[in-house]
């Protein structure tokens, strides 16, 4: 008899939910006198997009650089793939797998994009690797393909923001972290920008996305969250919050 067909495992996984590939559980960030997040939990499962939305300074970047290890955390534990990673510097939890996109699509635009590709795999040892990985970041992004000699800075800002996602892809990473990748982009590019999430996510990779736009994270996620003043006021799938009257009034216009 095959795993498949034994009732016994029939009943373990539909009784037992998998557990999560990273959990955060009552993190607190403060600066100075400000509170910026005062307790948040929450899950990324394996393979599915997460999102953290809500409204300005509720505490969404807050959230990302506590996880990235580049603000201090007052409290709280992060635990990723059995581990606990709270207390490690951010080139750790990098080389752990969890790895943020570049805010503000920050590339290095003195470079060429495949120069700014290349520094994304800095953290790894494996160089062998590289060259495929580079290949397979040109087919997501023909755009990069065609501009891989051409200065990062003469690149329009949804190919920076496609260039910030590739650097990051090249640090192979478990946990893929994005904050608000469609900021400040024409909606036909932010488009753009969430169906390459979709992509890699479909690729098998994790992904936590931060986001103001409400509506298409909601649209792409399995899991989401609501922040408001540092706190996780609401939680579900991402088709149940799009439905959510609190949702709608708050954020969707509607
Ligand atoms: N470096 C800092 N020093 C002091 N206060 C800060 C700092 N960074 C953020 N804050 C404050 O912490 C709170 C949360 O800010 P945060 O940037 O995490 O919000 P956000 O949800 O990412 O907002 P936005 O959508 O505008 O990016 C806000 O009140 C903000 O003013
Ligand atoms: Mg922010």
Known sequence: MTAAQSPSSTLATSTAPAS????????????GHIEAVKGVSFELHEGQITTLVGANGAGKSTTLLALSGLVKKRAGRVRF????IAALPP???VRSGVV???EGRATLTTLTVNENLELGAYTRSDR???AADLE?????????KERHNGLAGNLSGGEQQMLAIGRALMARPRVLLLDEPSMGLAPIIVQDIFRTLRDINAQGLTIFLVEQNVRQALRIADRAYVIETGEIVLQGSGRELLGNPKVQDAYLGS
């Open 136 to 144: 397979r970041i040109y087919t997501l992004f023909p755009r990069l």
């Open 91 to 93: 080139h750790k939890i």
């Open 20 to 31: 999560p590939l990273l959990q955060v559980e009552g993190l607190e960030v403060a600066y």
């Open 100 to 102: 943020q996109v570049a």
């Open 128 to 130: 062998g690797e590289r």
């Open 81 to 84: 793939d059995g581990r606990d």
